[in-house]
């Protein structure tokens, strides 16, 4: 198969885009679309302070590695979650993380939740009604707290992360599934600034997992390749394999799954609830904005503990 841009051998081929590309466009492409999804969904300019959102895998730090190439201010936040369980899971994600960011000469925050609010994810999850089974909700929790504790206190315009569309449609496929209007309302690739928080993207939304395995790869990009320890039977990943399955015997399915979807949201189709969506304020606590009564989520969990 010939390259669609030099007609040199094509190195990936992607079937549900009908393009074959080598190494070189292949590498100039990734960043091209991601481009054309920034400004078709209007994240942010180059102008604006942008906070990466880096674990340490292929996508976070493709992620980076784009906007810095593209020309973005664009500094990166890892958080230390202290998920060892044998594999130094934590340990070696941030290592990489680190040498990303110190061979690039590139800012990296990075908060070590043990020693700011003193235990590891998995101990908070012993400790509270959230994390009975699995700590992810716990971990998800404290994530999203210190992603726009950081944003604020330093002064971010924008908060991006590496979600790709496998991920993307594998949480739609979920939300649908129970119909979770809130959660659908506010899944898609570009979620406002209110006051307290920062506007959050996802300029990955539209490229496959796939897609992105091979940009980190052919690069050279040193990532965590395997998944949290405590992902594993997770309904995330059921739904991706279900969705896999589907794009196997249809290849685009997901990308007009997703599509499909924002274009019924930008219709109107959740015109009656986004009016009775719950309004904010701030947290007496930590000042971050909650639609909670009294302290935000994350205060509740800590007086738990």
């Given at each position: 198969m010939k390259c669609r841009?030099?007609?040199?051998?094509?190195?990936v081929n992607m079937r549900q885009h009908?393009?074959?590309?080598c190494k070189e466009h292949y590498l100039e492409w990734i960043p091209d679309q991601t481009e054309r999804f920034i400004e078709k969904y209007k994240m942010f300019t180059r102008t604006e302070k942008i906070l990466v959102a880096v674990s340490g895998g292929k996508d976070s730090l493709s992620l980076w590695d784009i906007l810095q190439r593209q020309g973005y201010q664009a500094d990166?936040?890892?958080i230390c979650l202290g998920i060892d369980a044998g594999l130094n899971y934590s340990s070696e994600s941030q290592r990489l993380t680190e040498k990303f960011a110190a061979r690039r000469n590139l800012k990296l925050h990075i908060v070590d939740v043990q020693k700011e609010y003193g235990a590891t994810i998995p101990q908070f999850a012993q400790k509270s009604r959230r994390g009975r089974g699995k700590p992810c909700s716990v971990c998800g929790l404290v994530k999203r707290h210190v992603m726009n504790r950081i944003a604020r206190d330093f002064g971010y315009d924008v908060l991006a992360t590496g979600h790709n569309l496998d991920d993307e449609a594998a949480i739609l496929f979920g939300n649908t599934l129970s119909w979770a209007g809130e959660y659908l309302l506010r899944q898609g690739p570009v979620l406002p600034e209110t006051p307290g928080l920062a506007r959050k993207v996802k300029p990955l939304c539209r490229i496959y997992e796939r897609e992105m395995l091979a940009y980190v790869l052919l690069?050279?990009?040193?990532?965590?390749y395997y998944e949290c320890p405590f992902s594993a039977g997770s309904t995330s990943i059921y739904y991706k394999q279900l969705l896999n399955k589907l794009?196997?015997?249809?290849p685009g399915a997901k990308l007009s799954f997703y599509l499909s979807f924002l274009e019924a949201r930008k219709s109107g189709l959740f015109a009656e609830r986004q009016?009775?969506?719950?309004e904010l304020h701030p947290c007496p606590?930590?000042?971050q904005p909650?639609?909670?009564p009294g302290l935000c989520s994350f205060c509740r969990m800590m007086s738990q503990q």
């Open positions: 841009t030099c007609g040199q051998k094509a190195l009908k393009l074959a590309l990166g936040l890892y690069h050279g990009i040193e990532y965590i794009e196997s015997d249809r009016e009775i969506q719950a606590n930590c000042g909650t639609s909670a």
